[in-house]
């Protein structure tokens, strides 16, 4: 199963270009031996997947179209999907599709491509999101260059948690810093929020604030109050008695009435509640 791999330059403080696409601030670094990393990375790759601005930049800057053999210099025979809407003009000799719409439709054809190497999604940084979003994210290596823009296009415009990233490798390449992560997905753990609905507790109450309540002809002295915490913070009571005359009946609830004393008994068993709560083992 080939791996997908979002591979890119970035400013150090996260810009993949500049908002006119220009990746000066990129290539007038001195580039020392940083060419060998991109070459060793380049081993592993099957297929490049690209948006069309980085496609047309590729052909612009190179003069793609007039000399179309640089292309091969560049990604050998490898073939090369372009997420576009429009119609682009096409590296004579290149294996270069376009293609257009949810990266999930297109995810089997692009692994097929890749044969038994890897995927190397080039960028923007919003189609490396449009993979991530898809869950079709594997790698991030990202080559941090020693300057920053003011604005620009950003390297990942989506918001990844660090339980979905994690740091595989750092290393310096000449004036160049390479963070490699692996992008988890998601999953329900434990260390999420758990989402309580109600606390419940139950009160004794005590003899002399008892009450006694009638249900289809039958009294009830009631004795104990379950108060129940509910999500929006307030407390909700109901009352739960004995038959007066004896027997069955003691799960019939009844509404507490409105008295100072069984509100303050209310009251002081949610907070003796939330202490043990607090100190449970
Ligand atoms: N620093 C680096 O290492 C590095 C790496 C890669 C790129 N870059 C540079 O960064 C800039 C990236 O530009 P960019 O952010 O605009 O991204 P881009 O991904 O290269 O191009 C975006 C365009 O691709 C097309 N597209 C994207 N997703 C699509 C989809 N699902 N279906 C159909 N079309 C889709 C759309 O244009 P259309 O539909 O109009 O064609 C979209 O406007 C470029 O200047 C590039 O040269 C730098």
């Given at each position: 199963m080939p791996q997908t791999i979002y591979y890119a330059a970035s400013t150090?403080?996260?810009?993949?270009?500049?908002?006119?696409?220009?990746l000066d601030w990129l290539l007038q670094v001195p580039q020392d031996n940083a060419l060998g990393a991109a070459d060793a990375f380049m081993e592993r790759v099957g297929v490049l997947v690209e948006g069309s601005a980085t496609y047309e930049w590729m052909l612009r800057e190179n003069d793609l179209l007039n000399h179309p053999e640089r292309w091969q210099e560049f990604y050998g025979e490898r073939p090369t999907f372009v997420f576009t809407s429009r119609e682009l003009p096409l590296v004579p000799g290149a294996d270069i599709r376009l293609i257009s719409g949810e990266v999930g439709q297109h995810l089997a054809a692009i692994s097929e491509a890749a044969g038994d190497r890897d995927i190397w999604v080039v960028g923007g940084g919003d189609l490396a999101g449009q993979f991530a979003d898809a869950g079709a994210l594997d790698e991030i290596i990202v080559t941090i260059a020693p300057a920053t823009l003011?604005?620009?296009?950003?390297?990942?415009p989506r918001a990844l948690s660090w339980r979905e990233l994690e740091l595989t490798g750092t290393r310096q390449i000449g004036r160049f810093a390479e963070l490699s992560y692996a992008v988890r997905r998601e999953e329900a753990s434990v260390d999420e929020e758990p989402q309580v609905s109600a606390l419940a507790i139950n009160v004794q109450i005590p003899p002399a604030l008892r009450w006694v309540d009638t249900r289809r002809d039958r009294s009830f002295e009631l004795q104990t109050i379950n108060v129940r915490l509910l999500p929006d913070g307030t407390l909700a009571a109901k009352a739960y008695g004995r038959p007066v005359e004896g027997?069955?009946?003691?799960y019939t609830p009844f509404a507490v009435p409105d008295r100072p004393e069984l509100t303050q008994l209310i009251s002081a068993a949610a907070d003796q509640a939330g202490r043990l709560w607090a100190s449970h083992r």
């Open positions: 150090l403080n996260g810009f993949l270009a500049s908002t006119d696409d220009s003011a604005q620009g296009k950003p390297f990942l027997g069955r009946g003691g």
